[in-house]
């Protein structure tokens, strides 16, 4: 398993097809809820790979000169629960933190708060996001 970031476009492509398959396809999402205005040519992704086949991935965006977002981490079912979520998401806060930045957010649906909490991250229950799809917390980590 490779984890690698995303700087050239057969990378980003790969963090597109996992974020298909993962989120578009198995819960409906229509390809322009799924990639939105943090999806730009700036915007940094991160991607596991597996052999040749991109089974994961991270986006990371600046919220402001502090904080770094790290969002769309999806990982495909049948690679889930093998640790490889947790890998990505450490190469993500490497990446931030080399960037310059000092804290690192996701906004975490419901019920992966426990995934991110194991890995340092702090839940804010009075920051709670209704979205389209789920409804999600904001947690924050130092980096």
């Not at 490779?2 to 390809?31: E, F, N």
């Not at 979520?85 to 019920?111: I, M, P, Q």
Request: with cysteine.
């Amino acid at each position: 398993m490779d984890i690698l970031r995303a700087t050239t476009t057969a990378r980003r492509a790969g963090a597109y097809y996992v974020r298909i398959q993962a989120m578009a396809r198995k819960h409906q999402i229509p390809l322009d809820v799924e990639f939105d205005e943090h999806d730009t040519p700036d915007t940094k992704y991160v991607i596991a790979v597996d052999d040749f086949l991109p089974v994961a991935t991270c986006r990371l965006y600046p919220e402001d000169d502090s904080h770094m977002m790290l969002g769309r981490i999806v990982v495909l079912p049948e690679y889930r629960r093998q640790g490889i979520g947790t890998l990505v998401v450490r190469e993500a806060e490497a990446w931030a933190k080399e960037l310059g930045f000092a804290t690192v957010v996701v906004e975490s649906r419901d019920n992966k708060i426990p995934f991110y909490e194991q890995m340092g991250y702090v839940p804010d229950y009075g920051q709670k996001i209704e979205g389209e799809t789920f409804t999600c917390y904001r947690m924050e980590k130092r980096i």
